[in-house]
Every structure is written in structure tokens, then in C-alpha cells.
């Protein structure tokens, strides 16, 4: 039972538009929510990230917003930017004392800016 | 200062053969995760190590396994390796705040590509 999902595996954009990247999540329990970008042959690195307490966060030309209710978190890239081209990862855990650290990550969406 | 760091970074085996993978979090970092990541299954978490102490575990077969050293390095055995166990292997670094809560953040190193002939 996949936990998290992100059901476009794949995503073209013209560079300078906004990307919109979307996420749904089935365990209520998840009070943490992340977003990872992938490059091939490297490891995944952090990008944004957003509590449950809140319903968006921004940093700098990438915003996450959180549906709580229709258990449904997006990222959104404005402008897109050829360099942004990439797998983008959404994930969500559970962050109460001494939980740990495991994330459940979605399967992945290629975002492809084209110049 | 310095990031998640893996060796190898890639490694051929042969099925039946058992591999060990090894993982030096950043400094400070006490938590330690492993996760396998295949083109089918997309990120699949496997273990989470803490003060040389398993916290989490995935769901996958007892021939993973891995271990947490005093100095929070960390490493992954694979056991009779199946054609199935060729992946990219993630370890994954978090900072644990005062309290024992966690940040919620892990930092990737590249990976140890693995591959099972």
C-alpha cells in the first residue's frame, strides 16, 4: 500500500513558467512533509520542507503547499529554470519524540524545463 | 563541512555473494538511515540506526542487515545476493534536536551503486 503518491511521473515545462509538481499522502499520522530533488548518479538533496501546522511555506522560487484535509501537498517552481530539470521527490514522516527518522517517499516525478 | 559519505560507489557481484556497503554521516549527526533505491520501487526504506542502536526498520528480508559503530558510521550487508538486490543504496544523515525529537530532514550522500550478476 503505497502511502504516498505522485501520480505524473513526468512533467515538461517551458523554462521561465511555473512547474507544479503534486503529492498524495493516505496516512494522517504523516505530520512532516518534504520535497527532494534528484539529479542522476547523485543522492537526493533537501529542497523545501512544510509542517502540518501550516498550509504553505516559501523559499526563494519554490513554494509547498498543504491540503490537509484532502491530504494533497504541490510544489511549485516559479520561474522554472532549465537547471531545475530533475526528479523531484515527495516525502512524509512522522516526527514525534524518539520516532526517528523514516521517511515514506512517493515514486517520483521527472520535471523536464525546456529553454 | 563535509557531507554523507559512501563507498563503494559502485560494486559488481555476483548472486550468492554478500556485500558490505559502508556510510560516514556528516559531523554531529547522529542518526543514521539506509534506504535501496530501484527504477521499480522508487526510495524504500530499510533501516534507521541511532546510537548504535537500530530505531526503524523497513520491510525487507532478514538478509539486510546493518550495524551503527560508537563514532555513528554506519553499514549495510547484503546477504545471498538475488539478481533483484542490484540498486542504488542511499544512506542518509539527520541531525537529532534536544529532547530526541528530529528535524524531519535527511541528508543523501551518492549512493553505492550495486549491481548483481
Known amino acids: 500500500d503505497q502511502q504516498v503518491k505522485q501520480n505524473s511521473p513526468s512533467l515538461s515545462v517551458q523554462e521561465g513558467r511555473i512547474s507544479i509538481l503534486n503529492c498524495d499522502y493516505t496516512?494522517?499520522?504523516?505530520?512532516?512533509f518534504l520535497w527532494y530533488k534528484k539529479y542522476p548518479a547523485e543522492g537526493p538533496t533537501f529542497l523545501i520542507s512544510?509542517?502540518?501546522?501550516?498550509d504553505k511555506n516559501e523559499d526563494g522560487r519554490f513554494t509547498v503547499f498543504l491540503n490537509k484535509s484532502a491530504k494533497h501537498l504541490s510544489l511549485h517552481i516559479v520561474p522554472s529554470q532549465p537547471g531545475d530539470s530533475a526528479v523531484y521527490f515527495c516525502?512524509?514522516?512522522?516526527?514525534?519524540?524518539?520516532?526517528?527518522?523514516?521517511?515514506?517517499f512517493g515514486g517520483g516525478t521527472r520535471l523536464m524545463v525546456k529553454p | 563541512k563535509a557531507g554523507v559519505t559512501q563507498t563503494p560507489r559502485y560494486l559488481i557481484k555476483t548472486r550468492g555473494q554478500q556485500v558490505t556497503l559502508s556510510c560516514s554521516p556528516i559531523?554531529?549527526?547522529?542518526?543514521v538511515s539506509w534506504y535501496q533505491q530501484t527504477p521499480g520501487q522508487g526510495l524504500q526504506f530499510l533501516f534507521e540506526y541511532f546510537s548504535e542502536t537500530q530505531r526503524n526498520k523497513g520491510n525487507f528480508p532478514g538478509r539486510f542487515s546493518g550495524r551503527q559503530f560508537s563514532n555513528s558510521r554506519s553499514e549495510m550487508n547484503v546477504s545471498t545476493l538475488e539478481l533483484g538486490d542490484s540498486a542504488l543504496y542511499l544512506c542518509?544523515?539527520?541531525?537529532?534536536?534536544?529532547?530526541?525529537?528530529?528535524?524531519?530532514?535527511?541528508?543523501f550522500g551518492e549512493g553505492s551503486r550495486l549491481t548483481v550478476l
Open positions: 559531523s554531529g549527526h547522529r542518526s
Open positions: 512544510i509542517s502540518s501546522i501550516k
Open positions: 516525502a512524509a514522516s512522522v516526527r514525534y519524540y524518539n520516532a526517528g527518522n523514516m521517511l515514506t
Open positions: 496516512n494522517s499520522m504523516f505530520d512532516y
Open positions: 542518509a544523515s539527520s541531525l537529532e534536536l534536544a529532547g530526541g525529537r528530529s528535524t524531519g530532514e535527511l541528508f
